[in-house]
C-alpha cells in the first residue's frame, strides 16, 4: 500500500513534492519495520537528499528524515554512519527548535545511547545526564520518555561500572513507572529485569531473585 502511494503521489505531485517525500520516507519505515533494511536505507538517503535541496537542511521534516536514516544505520550496524549524521541532527535542532524541546530531547538520547553502542561512555555519560535534566524540567518526572531516559541513565552508569549510581536510579525508574504505568506494563516489566540484573551484578541476589520472579 505504501509502494503504490508513493508512485501515485510521484505521478500525481512530482518526485520532490513535500507530500512524495513524506511518503518515501513512511515507505522507507515500513521496509525497516519489515526487517528489509537494503530497502530502507537507499530510500531514507535519497529522501533526505531530496528533502535537504527543497525544504532546506534545518527544516522539520529534513531533521526527522535525518534522524530516521541514522536509526537505519544503526539498527543496520553501521555506527560509523550513524553518529555523524545524529550529531549534525542535534546540533541543526538545537539551533531550530531549541535544547528543551521534545524533539531535541529524542535527538539527544538517540546520539547519547549511540555514544553508548560505540563505546563511547565519555561521551555518552555526560549526555545523558543533560537529557535527564532537560526532560524533567520540560515533561515532568514521571513521563514516559522521562522514564526511558532514566532508564538509559542507569545503563550507562552500569556499563561504567557506576553501580552506585546506577542501582538508585533503576529504583527510581521502576517505582515511577509502576504508579505511572501498572506493574504489568512492558516498560516496567523492563524496569524489573534491568533492576534485577544490577542487583546481580552488585552481589545482592537476596534482591534480585524476588524481581526475576516477579517478571516471569
Known amino acids: 500500500l505504501w509502494e503504490e502511494t508513493l508512485q501515485l503521489t510521484k505521478a500525481?505531485?512530482?518526485?520532490?513534492?513535500?507530500?512524495?517525500?513524506?511518503?518515501?520516507?513512511?515507505?522507507?519505515?515500513?521496509?525497516?519495520?519489515?526487517?528489509?533494511?537494503?530497502?530502507?536505507?537507499?530510500?531514507?538517503?535519497?529522501?533526505?537528499?531530496?528533502?535537504?535541496?527543497?525544504?532546506?537542511?534545518?527544516?522539520?521534516?529534513?531533521?526527522?528524515?535525518?534522524?530516521?536514516?541514522?536509526m537505519g544505520y544503526n539498527a543496520a550496524g553501521q555506527l560509523q554512519k550513524a553518529l555523524p549524521l545524529w550529531e549534525e541532527t542535534l546540533k541543526l535542532m538545537k539551533a531550530k527548535l531549541g535544547a528543551d524541546h521534545p524533539d531535541t530531547l529524542i535527538s539527544m538520547n538517540n546520539l547519547a545511547m549511540g555514544y553508548r553502542a560505540a563505546g563511547q561512555l565519555q561521551k555518552a555519560l555526560p549526555l545523558l545526564e543533560e537529557t535527564l535534566q532537560l526532560m524533567k524540567a520540560k515533561l515532568g518526572a514521571d513521563h514516559p520518555q522521562t522514564l526511558t531516559s532514566m532508564g538509559n541513565l542507569a545503563m550507562g552508569y552500569h556499563d561504567a561500572g557506576q553501580l552506585q549510581k546506577a542501582l538508585p536510579l533503576w529504583e527510581?525508574?521502576?517505582?515511577?513507572?509502576?504508579a505511572k504505568l501498572g506493574a504489568d506494563h512492558p516498560d516496567t516489566l523492563t524496569s524489573m529485569g534491568s533492576l534485577?540484573?544490577?542487583?546481580?551484578?552488585?552481589?545482592?541476589?537476596?534482591?534480585?531473585?524476588?524481581?526475576?520472579?516477579?517478571?516471569?
Do not use: V
Request: hydrophobic share 40%; charged share 20%.
Open 12 to 70: 500525481k505531485l512530482g518526485a520532490d513534492h513535500p507530500d512524495t517525500l513524506i511518503s518515501m520516507g513512511n515507505l522507507a519505515g515500513g521496509y525497516k519495520a519489515a526487517g528489509q533494511l537494503q530497502k530502507a536505507l537507499p530510500l531514507w538517503e535519497e529522501t533526505l537528499q531530496l528533502m535537504k535541496a527543497k525544504l532546506g537542511a534545518d527544516h522539520p521534516h529534513t531533521l526527522i528524515s535525518m534522524n530516521n536514516l541514522a
Open 172 to 178: 527510581e525508574t521502576l517505582k515511577l513507572r509502576k
Open 196 to 216: 534485577a540484573e544490577g542487583y546481580k551484578a552488585a552481589g545482592q541476589l537476596q534482591k534480585a531473585l524476588p524481581l526475576w520472579e516477579e517478571t516471569l
